[in-house]
């Protein structure tokens, strides 16, 4: 038995948080990399790839792309061997909504895809052995 009236049948959530966004689940066209960076680990070439295409950026500006070229040197440079970097890296992506539970700290939901067949594969990532650079990174070489 619980206590309280029923709740009435047409019940509508009303506590909707007035900041919230609802993205297209789509992954986007993304941008080339600039070669300008000069990003030398292919982990940065797929940390670039990944972001420049996430959903997330159908709403990006000017200002979140260049957020983006500076983190993804960060990402190169954590490849490189620089361990301290992760911190400030995490402490970026989250900001852009990398983790679940960051999203749900920015109120930022997907909207569902209705009646798609299975998404089509996107284009192959470059070859890199995954083992190759972990090796360097732990390594120091």
Same mark, same amino acid.
């Given at each position: 038995?619980?206590r309280?009236?029923?709740?009435?049948?047409?019940?509508?959530?009303?506590?909707v948080?007035?900041?919230?966004?609802?993205?297209?689940?789509?992954?986007?066209?993304?941008?080339?990399?600039?070669?300008?960076?000069?990003?030398?680990?292919?982990?940065a070439?797929?940390?670039w790839?990944?972001?420049?295409? +996430?959903?997330q950026t /159908?709403?990006?500006t &000017?200002? %979140?792309w260049? #957020?983006?070229?500076?983190?993804?040197?960060?990402?190169?440079g954590?490849?490189?061997?620089?361990?301290?970097?992760?911190?400030?890296i995490?402490?970026?992506?989250?900001?852009?909504?990398?983790?679940?539970?960051?999203?749900?700290?920015?109120?930022?939901t997907?909207?569902?895809?209705?009646?798609?067949?299975? +998404?089509?594969?996107? /284009?192959?990532?470059p &070859?890199? %052995?995954?083992? #190759?650079?972990l090796?360097?990174?732990?390594?120091?070489?």
């Amino acid at each position: 038995m619980t206590r309280g009236p029923a709740p009435k049948d047409n019940a509508i959530r009303r506590n909707v948080h007035p900041g919230a966004q609802s993205l297209p689940a789509t992954a986007q066209p993304g941008r080339e990399l600039p070669k300008a960076l000069g990003i030398t680990t292919g982990g940065a070439r797929r940390f670039w790839k990944t972001w420049s295409c +996430a959903p997330q950026t /159908a709403a990006w500006t &000017e200002t %979140d792309w260049s #957020e983006l070229e500076l983190t993804t040197k960060l990402v190169d440079g954590l490849f490189l061997g620089d361990l301290k970097l992760a911190g400030e890296i995490r402490q970026r992506v989250a900001k852009w909504g990398a983790t679940v539970e960051d999203r749900a700290r920015l109120r930022m939901t997907f909207d569902k895809t209705t009646e798609e067949g299975p +998404a089509a594969p996107s /284009a192959p990532a470059p &070859e890199v %052995d995954m083992d #190759e650079e972990l090796y360097k990174l732990l390594n120091g070489t």
